[in-house]
């Protein structure tokens, strides 16, 4: 099945698994995961609050089993919140991207790791317009998560992609967020196009389309 199969077949499955409360269900199983690992690991770490925009517990179940499994390189994180506390506890290397300096400035109190506050511009990508972070570094990353700036109907958080272009290693695992809704959907299936990757969805709160190389094959059973 395609990637844009899978991704169109995720936005009925989300629908359907609101409606009959599995998406809660799924959730809670989730954070309970989360919270095992944490504490067998005895990795402390500051408190989640994962409701509203912020990052879900899929999602952070996702991290932790990367960083703790894979051990990337250089993590780059579009996006800042819950998920930087947990990259934080983890000692993740890389740097986490953020457009307002007024919520990096409060996140740079409570972790140690990176926080760029970049503004957003408007650029043209792959013939796409779309207010992006302008980010030039040339670090490889092995490990990304597109999770920010604020999403749009279509092509939402469009200019991750540039940003991968340039500074994603040869081997990699991508997580976008939102992966329900159809403007992540564009970016998610642009980017595989570019780079190719195995796809692996998952689905709880909020959904996640995980595209990955080789070496990351095992996140396929995540």
Request: aromatic share 12%.
């Given at each position: 099945?395609?990637?844009?199969?899978?991704?169109?077949?995720?936005?009925?499955?989300?629908?359907?698994?609101?409606?009959?409360?599995?998406r809660t269900a799924k959730e809670l199983l989730?954070?309970?995961?989360?919270a095992e690992a944490l504490r067998t690991a005895n990795i402390p770490c500051q408190p989640f609050?994962?409701?509203?925009?912020?990052?879900?517990?899929?999602?952070?179940?996702?991290?932790?089993?990367?960083?703790?499994?894979?051990?990337?390189?250089?993590?780059?994180?579009?996006?800042?919140?819950q998920s930087t506390l947990l990259l934080d506890a983890l000692g993740a290397g890389g740097v986490s991207i953020e457009h307002d300096e007024d919520w990096a400035a409060i996140m740079r109190t409570k972790?140690?790791?990176e926080i760029l506050a970049l503004p957003?511009?408007?650029?043209?990508?792959?013939?796409?317009e779309a207010n992006s972070y302008v980010f030039d570094g040339s670090k490889a990353f092995d490990f990304a998560i597109v999770d920010g700036p604020q999403g749009s109907a279509r092509n939402s958080r469009w200019g991750a992609l540039e940003i991968l272009e340039r500074s994603l290693a040869d081997e990699?695992?991508?997580?976008?967020?939102?992966?329900?809704?159809?403007?992540?959907q564009d970016t998610a299936m642009e980017f595989q196009r570019m780079r190719g990757g195995n796809v692996h969805i998952v689905r709880?709160?909020?959904s996640q389309c995980l595209i990955f190389t080789d070496r990351f094959r095992a996140a396929g059973w995540f």
């Open positions: 099945m395609s990637i844009a199969q899978r991704l169109k077949k995720l936005r009925w499955a989300s629908f359907v698994e609101k409606v009959t409360g599995e989730y954070a309970h995961m989360l609050y994962p409701i509203g925009g912020a990052a879900n517990y899929s999602l952070l179940y996702l991290i932790y089993r990367i960083q703790t499994e894979f051990a990337p390189t250089a993590t780059l994180e579009l996006g800042i919140g972790v140690e790791r957003l511009e408007p650029r043209s990508y792959r013939g796409v990699f695992i991508v997580i976008f967020d939102d992966a329900e809704r159809r403007g992540e709880a709160a909020s």
